[in-house]
């Protein structure tokens, strides 16, 4: 312990240090700030949790430190870009600060010990066997996916990266402050949705302002935190720590899961995490109303909505489950506890306030509506907003439809496990739950506890159906799924209790799970031979003897980091010249442009992050046609005004390039490209054609002397 307190202290000093240091740093020493500033929130969000919530398990603190270690890094990070301070030298020197008052506030923190694991494999034999060979063909695959994709360009597996997350970061590094980026033409939505997701990638960004090699994979340790949200909630509705396991590993396998949207920028795994941590806390706090309770659920709910505004669909499912949990406790529990109650219920919500109400006050202060561009008619009262956003107009849009049985049944959606455990654990494992309350009076609490959570995804399913508009995926309905696992767990467990058959049906889902884990890398024989090796080992090692208690120590996870970090250093730094192998035409901009970087104005469909170059050194600019370039950004107390609404002169466009220093131009035909494209081939005189594949058209602008931007 008094290693670790070293440890940590060094890695404050070494933050605080980092704005005196050179501009011109190394990748190594930029893997190490990065380094040094996870481990500072972390353990300043570790430390939060084991002083407000020194009694819970150790897995509910590692949820509440996550949350903590979020808000730690984003909520400044939202401070400095609203006075235009979004720089990386002031947010570490924020962070420091606030992480040493906290540290020296909290004084020396202790917590209860918690000996009973909140996960753990089956005792011994071939269950155990199976369990851990599942476990490491998982780990193995993880590694494997990680490793392949090292150089994969941001956006390899989703659209929206390099439509609208990534440029949105790129453009608060250019600016310094919270500007969004307003498309001319798809969805013009976007820069009034809600920012965390987004402030998460620029943290990660911010120690390298030119790499963006972990910025574009985010959202990879919120899908691990999911796990982490998945046990704490098993253990707070009691399930055996085996039962539990196998609920983390059913939704670890889920490849819609992990790699494909893992291993990305977008918001979709934070939000689920955020959603099944504020649960958890919602459960805690009917439990047992205190202030660190309050603070627990302030931050899920806060983080949950400041990521997405589908969260706030969500908020009267986790009312209703508190609802149920409050009043299964019986009148004993009102009368005496309604007063700490109250107090943490008004703390959470001004946690929650501060953790996600920014985009909500900004909307507010420019638009009237803090929901915008959504509008808001309740009786006499009516809110602002556009056309073309609300469900009614998009209901007739083909992402809404949607073909119940086979969506349901779709193995890339739901895997092709899941897709036979998801919808029968949803409707099967509540109505147990009620039927064993009804049975066994002595514990008729705990089971109504466990239908409320258990019939959530049934919740969460309807919300998606009927108030979400696009029905192509399965990422909104990641914690339905994740409630899901733990139904499908807790049935199989259940059956467990009667006979055989519920071991029979979990060894069937681990050795399942296993060799999905091995086909997914069908297409590398190296790797699947090497995957069912490690999967060996595993499961000859569970059968020998437990997990070696060093594998589970901080001691061991250091010197992991050590002996990878050289390998680390090498990826990160060779990431930028090899990130646009898959992308020529970003390529050819780069091979014209340079490493100087230059003015890019960016027309047509909406995919323009990839255009700000290896290293981010070009400006990218949607550029108006018309003479309101000061509407072409979004920021608190700006304008919502649609500067592309109408055609606009070519005049307005060419001073708007100039007066904005471009010098190129990229057009992606889709469809959407005219009029500048027109105008662009008009006039040969004055805009070159340098690369064209048919969809990405790539523009030199001639300009009669060199243009100097006035942004």
């Not at 349901?408 to 099967?428: E, K, S």
């Not at 979990?506 to 999905?516: M, Q, Y």
Request: some cysteine.
């Amino acid at each position: 312990m008094q290693y670790r307190s070293y440890f940590c202290s060094f890695a404050l000093l070494f933050l605080a240090a980092v704005p005196l240091a050179s501009s011109a740093l190394a990748t190594t020493f930029e893997v190490l700030v990065l380094l040094a500033l996870l481990v500072v929130l972390g353990e300043t969000g570790w430390r939060l949790a084991c002083r407000l919530l020194p009694d819970a398990p150790r897995v509910t603190r590692l949820s509440f430190a996550a949350l903590g270690a979020t808000a730690l890094a984003t909520v400044p990070a939202t401070v400095l870009g609203h006075f235009g301070w979004l720089w990386p030298e002031p947010f570490f020197l924020t962070v420091a600060a606030l992480a040493g008052l906290v540290w020296f506030g909290l004084g020396r923190v202790v917590a209860v010990a918690d000996d009973e694991p909140s996960v753990a494999l089956p005792a011994a034999g071939w269950p155990r066997a199976l369990a851990a060979a599942a476990v490491c063909a998982l780990l193995a695959s993880a590694a494997t996916s990680i490793h392949f994709e090292r150089y994969a360009p941001p956006g390899f597996h989703g659209f929206d990266d390099n439509s609208y997350h990534l440029a949105t970061v790129a453009t608060w590094l250019e600016r310094g402050d919270l500007a969004g980026v307003k498309f001319a033409h798809g969805d013009r939505s976007t820069p009034y949705y809600p920012i965390v997701g987004e402030l998460v990638s620029w943290v990660l960004l911010a120690p390298f302002e030119d790499n963006d090699s972990f910025a574009r994979w985010s959202q990879l340790p919120y899908f691990l935190l999911t796990l982490v949200a998945i046990a704490a909630l098993g253990r707070r509705l009691g399930l055996p720590a085996t039962t539990t396991a196998l609920a983390v590993v059913l939704y670890a396998g889920l490849k819609r899961a992990f790699p494909i949207l893992a291993l990305g920028a977008g918001n979709d795994h934070a939000a689920t995490f955020f959603t099944l941590a504020g649960l958890e806390a919602v459960l805690l706090l009917a439990a047992a109303p205190n202030f660190g309770a309050g603070v627990y659920l302030g931050l899920g709910v806060g983080l949950l909505v400041g990521t997405k505004f589908l969260g706030l669909l969500f908020l009267p499912l986790l009312a209703g489950v508190f609802v149920v949990a409050w009043l299964v406790r019986g009148s004993g529990a009102w009368r005496g506890e309604a007063g700490r109650l109250a107090g943490a219920l008004v703390l959470a919500a001004a946690v929650a306030a501060v953790a996600g109400g920014y985009t909500y006050a900004r909307n507010a202060v420019t638009t009237g509506n803090p929901l915008y561009p959504v509008p808001i008619r309740i009786g006499a009262l009516e809110l602002p907003g556009t056309s073309g956003v609300t469900l009614d107009e998009r209901r007739h849009l083909p992402p809404f439809a949607i073909d119940l049985p086979e969506y349901l049944f779709r193995p890339d959606l739901f895997g092709r496990l899941g897709r036979f455990l998801w919808t029968p654990a949803a409707i099967l494992a509540p109505l147990l739950a009620l039927g064993l309350a009804w049975r066994r009076a002595g514990e008729r609490r705990r089971w109504l506890l466990e239908a409320a959570v258990l019939a959530l995804p049934v919740a969460f399913f309807l919300i998606f159906l009927f108030q979400v508009h696009d029905h192509r995926d399965s990422r909104y309905l990641f914690p339905a799924l994740g409630l899901a696992a733990l139904g499908s767990a807790r049935l199989i467990g259940l059956a467990g209790d009667r006979g055989r058959l519920g071991s029979a049906l979990a060894g069937l889902c681990w050795l399942v799970t296993v060799g999905l884990a091995i086909d997914r890398h069908r297409a590398e024989p190296i790797a699947m031979v090497t995957i069912l090796v490690f999967t060996l080992l595993g499961a000859a090692g569970a059968l020998r003897r437990p997990i070696p208690r060093f594998l589970r120590q901080p001691a061991f996870v250091g010197l992991v980091v050590v002996v990878f970090l050289p390998g680390l250093v090498h990826a990160v730094g060779h990431y930028p010249e090899r990130k646009f192998r898959h992308l020529p035409a970003a390529l050819a901009l780069e091979e014209q442009v340079g490493v100087a970087g230059a003015g890019v104005a960016y027309v047509g469909y909406n995919y323009p992050y990839p255009f700000w170059g290896s290293r981010l050194q070009n400006r990218v600019a949607i550029v108006p046609r018309n003479f309101w370039r000061a509407s072409r950004l979004y920021y608190w107390q700006g304008t919502a005004v649609d500067f592309s609404s109408r055609r606009g002169r070519y005049e307005a466009w060419q001073r708007n390039l100039r007066a904005l220093g471009i010098d190129y131009v990229v057009v992606i035909r889709a469809g959407e490209e005219d009029p500048e494209r027109a105008w662009m081939a008009a006039r040969p005189g004055r805009y070159e054609r340098f690369y064209d594949d048919g969809w990405v058209e790539l523009w030199r602008i001639r300009w009669e002397r060199p243009q100097s931007p006035n942004r």
